[in-house]
């Protein structure tokens, strides 16, 4: 599965995800969320823009191929090197 536009994110999360000041940290991205059933979880990042976008397992985001998700993170691969993106506290 490939980035869904972030016209898939519900309207209420992007306006949050998109208030400056909201999540803090600009410039990084950040995992806002995992959702979906286990054996076909999403991810919803915060790009530094302040776009979202969701992704699958199999798919790509901006950082480079989505290797796994789980319940708390997504592992993707970034310059031939595993990265990982875990929910803020």
């Known amino acids: 599965m490939s980035i869904q536009t972030p016209e898939t994110t519900p309207d209420h999360v992007a306006e949050i995800a998109t208030d400056r000041g909201t999540l803090g940290q600009r410039g990084v991205f950040t995992l806002l969320g995992i959702m979906?059933?286990?054996?076909?979880?999403?991810?919803?990042?915060?790009?530094?823009?302040?776009?979202?976008?969701?992704?699958?397992?199999?798919?790509?985001?901006?950082?480079?191929?989505?290797?796994?998700?789980?319940?708390?993170?997504?592992?993707?691969?970034r310059g031939g090197r595993l990265m990982r993106l875990t929910l803020p506290a």
Do not use: K, Q
């Open 36 to 77: 979906g059933a286990e054996d076909a979880l999403r991810a919803l990042i915060l790009l530094p823009s302040g776009e979202t976008v969701m992704t699958a397992a199999d798919g790509t985001s901006p950082l480079g191929p989505v290797r796994a998700i789980d319940t708390t993170s997504v592992t993707l691969l």
